[in-house]
C-alpha cells in the first residue's frame, strides 16, 4: 500500500516537473535569436593574439561580425558552453562582448580569420549546437525564420 501510495506521488512530481516552464530568461533550446549590427573587415595596427600557449592564432586582419541580442537569453544559456555563431558553413568565435549599452541587450561581437566574402544570403545561427551547420547545412539552408547574411553589410576599409 505504501509502495503504491509513493508510485503514485513520484510519478506526480515527475509530470509536473516535466510540464513545468524554462526558468524566465532562459533560452528555450540550444539556439539564440539575435539581429545582426555589422560585418567588416578590420586590420590591426598590431597583430591580436586569441588563446595561449601553443596553439594561440595571432591575426593582423580578421572578419569582425557584431551581433545584438537579449541579455536574458544570452545568459541564461549552460556558462560551460560558448555559442558559435554560423554564417552559412563558417564558423565565428566570441571577440568581445560589450554590456554597456541597454541593460535588457548586449553586443557580441565575433571573429574569424578568414576574410573572403561570405556566401551571400546564407542563414544565420548563434547556436550552441557546435558544428552542426557544418555536418547538416540543409537544415539550416531551408528554415525561413532564420536571419540571411548579404555581401552588401560587409565593408572593407582597404
Request: glycine letters at 6%.
Amino acid at each position: 500500500m505504501q509502495a503504491s501510495i509513493l508510485a503514485v506521488v513520484l510519478l506526480a512530481a515527475s509530470a509536473t516537473a516535466a510540464a513545468a516552464q524554462p526558468p524566465a530568461g532562459r533560452a528555450p533550446g540550444p539556439e539564440v535569436p539575435f539581429e545582426l549590427l555589422s560585418a567588416q573587415v578590420v586590420t590591426f595596427p598590431e597583430p591580436r593574439r586569441i588563446g595561449a600557449g601553443p596553439s594561440a592564432l595571432s591575426m593582423e586582419r580578421a572578419l569582425l561580425v557584431t551581433v545584438q541580442a537579449r541579455r536574458a537569453v544570452y545568459d541564461g544559456l549552460p556558462p560551460d558552453i560558448e555559442p558559435f555563431l554560423y554564417i552559412g558553413r563558417r564558423e565565428l568565435r566570441t571577440f568581445d562582448i560589450d554590456r554597456s549599452g541597454t541593460p535588457d541587450l548586449l553586443r557580441i561581437t565575433f571573429y574569424t580569420p578568414d576574410t573572403a566574402a561570405l556566401e551571400d544570403r546564407a542563414p544565420m545561427v548563434l547556436t550552441l549546437e557546435h558544428g552542426r551547420p557544418l555536418r547538416e547545412p540543409e537544415h539550416y539552408t531551408r528554415r525561413q525564420d532564420l536571419p540571411r547574411f548579404t555581401s552588401d553589410l560587409m565593408k572593407d576599409p582597404r
